[in-house]
C-alpha cells in the first residue's frame, strides 16, 4: 500500500470522526495496525495489534509517516519465529 492511499484512508476517518469507523492495516495477511479517530477530533489512535500498544497522532501527516516506516519494516509471524529459534 502506497503512501498516498494510506493518507486518503486517514483523512476518510478523520473526516467522519463523529462515527466509529476503524481501518485495519496488515501485512502478508497478519492484521498490524488499527487506527481510527478519536470521537469529534482529529486525533488518530493507532492500535498496534501484536503488542496492543497505542499510539495517537494530532497530525494526519505524522500518522501516515510513522504508517510507511513500520509498513517497511514489519516482519511476519514466519519471519519473527524463525528470527527467534
Do not use: G
Not at 483523512?11 to 492484521?31: G, H, L, M, S, W
Not at 482529529?42 to 494530532?58: D, F, G, M, N
Request: charged letters at 20%.
Amino acid at each position: 500500500m502506497n503512501k498516498e492511499h494510506i493518507q486518503a484512508l486517514l483523512e476518510t476517518i478523520c473526516q467522519y470522526n463523529n462515527v466509529r469507523i476503524t481501518q485495519t492495516f496488515a501485512k502478508d495477511d497478519i492484521d498490524w495496525i488499527l487506527v481510527k479517530c478519536v470521537p469529534h477530533t482529529e486525533t488518530l489512535e493507532l492500535t498496534y495489534l501484536q503488542t496492543e500498544s497505542v499510539e495517537c497522532y494530532k497530525s494526519i501527516q505524522q500518522a501516515v509517516e510513522i504508517m510507511v516506516h513500520h509498513h517497511k519494516s514489519w516482519l511476519t509471524l514466519e519471519q519473527l519465529n524463525y528470527v527467534n529459534k
